[in-house]
């Protein structure tokens, strides 16, 4: 589940003192460090970033534009690292650049590095702090042998400001770019998964539907060619072809239901969640409260999640009751499912959990597990009641609303 985090004291600035201390010397080193930082950096702005600009006209201009920027990112990393050790800011990592996919060409790849505003924003801190590297150098070599006493006042203020730059241009440009970051993480989790989807289907066709086909046309065959010599063996043989026919299907029907089931289909997630309820080893109680349906994906990602659930009820849970409530919430559809078995379930082991998590999350939604040891199991996932509408209704309503907590 999604929680705020909220910045530890001790990423705020002390407050001013007289006293020497390990602070207002780490602020003194800083300052002190300013001035080679900043010449490093409007030299390699200088040579490399107006250089390039200035070849954009010719073929090779806007290529070395683009790698001089990659160059300004590292700049910015050593920056960011400098003012963590030195100054106590605690800034996170810009998202890194996406990576060349395999239909993009050097074009494409070129141009997303050119509109990279991590990078640009690296290049104008690194301008305006060779000027300002020469005051705080100079100021605080002065306050070491002339105005000692009020050297840690001065050394607090020009820090401060050192601070507020470094959050101003050396910060991630906050939600979109985590939310850039997030959304990259999620494709290759949602990849991932229908990668795995496909090899289950490939594994299931081939070791269960396929080899009864393939020998239930061989069986035919040998009954075919008895048909005139031995009548009664044929018809033995056919009968048993009869009986891998229904098998066969039998199978066909569970893969076709493990892909997405008729039922949830052809009458929504009531009737679907209570097909899957009644293959639990514990008795189970439906309740669906919705007055429409929501987008066909979602519902689908609501029927395995609470299949898959129920799964885990009848396989580690030893739950004599459960029961599973399905409602709307604003523009969030909320799925419940809580039973009475000995609890202990955990997001962070490894478990089909924390696959349902990285899942969840993949569509914007959440997973929140409530498991004691010795139970009652409480597990509360939402989900965007359309796809579209993912963005609209976590600005208007926040996370959801979990407040049913159904007993059992």
């Known amino acids: 589940m999604t929680a705020s ?17 390990r602070h207002t010397w780490k602020e003194i080193g800083h300052l002190l460090a300013n001035l080679p930082a900043a ?10 970033v107006t250089t390039s600009a200035g070849l954009a006209v010719t073929a090779v201009g806007l290529p070395l534009l683009a790698l001089a920027l990659m160059g300004a990112r590292l700049l910015g990393r050593g920056e960011r690292a400098r003012a963590r050790a030195l100054l106590g800011v605690r800034v996170d990592e810009p998202s890194p650049l996406p990576g060349r996919g395999r239909g993009d060409g050097l074009i494409a ?25 020469v005051v705080t150098f100079t100021v605080t070599t002065v306050g070491l042998f002339v105005l000692w006493p ?3 006042f001065i050394a607090r203020g020009l820090s401060n ?25 999620d494709r290759g989790i949602v990849v991932d998964t229908a990668a795995a989807d496909l090899r289950r289907i490939e594994r299931d066709l081939h070791d269960g539907a396929q080899a009864r086909l393939v020998a239930l046309a061989m069986g035919l065959g040998l009954a075919k060619e008895k048909l005139l010599e031995d009548p009664d063996a ?17 199978e066909l029907r569970d893969l076709a239901r493990g892909i997405h089931p008729a039922v949830l289909t052809d009458r929504g997630l009531d009737a679907a969640l209570s097909a899957v309820s009644s ?25 395995f999640t609470v299949s898959e659930l129920l799964q885990n009820i009848s396989k580690h849970a030893r739950a004599t009751r459960a029961c599973v409530d399905v409602w709307r919430s604003h523009d969030r559809l909320m799925l ?36 004691p040891a010795g139970g009652p199991t409480t597990v509360t996932a939402e989900l965007p009641w359309r796809a579209r509408e993912v963005q609209e209704a976590r600005r208007a309503h926040g996370p959801g609303d979990v407040r049913k907590t159904p007993g059992v």
């Not at 010449?39 to 490399?48: A, D, P």
């Not at 018809?235 to 009986?243: F, I, L, R, S």
């Not at 293959?279 to 029927?303: N, Q, S, W």
Request: some cysteine; glycine content about 8%.
């Open 336 to 371: 419940q499912v809580v039973d009475n078995g000995r609890g202990g379930a955990d997001t962070t082991a490894g478990s089909g959990l924390a696959g349902l998590t990285e899942r969840l999350n993949a569509v914007d939604g959440i997973l929140a597990v409530d498991s």
């Open 161 to 185: 400001a050192d601070r507020a730059m470094v959050r101003g241009l050396l910060s991630p440009s906050d939600e979109l770019e985590r939310r850039i970051a997030e959304l990259e993480s």
């Open 109 to 133: 790849s070129v141009w997303s590095r050119l509109k990279d505003p991590v990078a640009w924003r690296t290049v104008l801190y690194s301008v305006i702090r060779l000027p300002w590297g």
């Open 234 to 250: 044929a018809a033995v043989m056919v009968d048993e072809a009869h009986g891998e026919v229904k098998l066969a299907l039998q």
């Open 5 to 21: 985090i909220t910045a530890p004291d001790d990423d705020r600035p002390p407050p001013a003192r007289f006293a020497f201390d």
């Open 39 to 48: 010449l490093l950096g409007f030299v390699y702005v200088t040579l490399t």
């Open 279 to 303: 293959r639990c080893t514990a008795p189970v109680t439906v309740t669906v409260d919705l007055d429409e349906r929501p987008a066909a994906a979602i519902e689908g990602i609501a029927y």
């Open 150 to 152: 009020v050297l840690p």
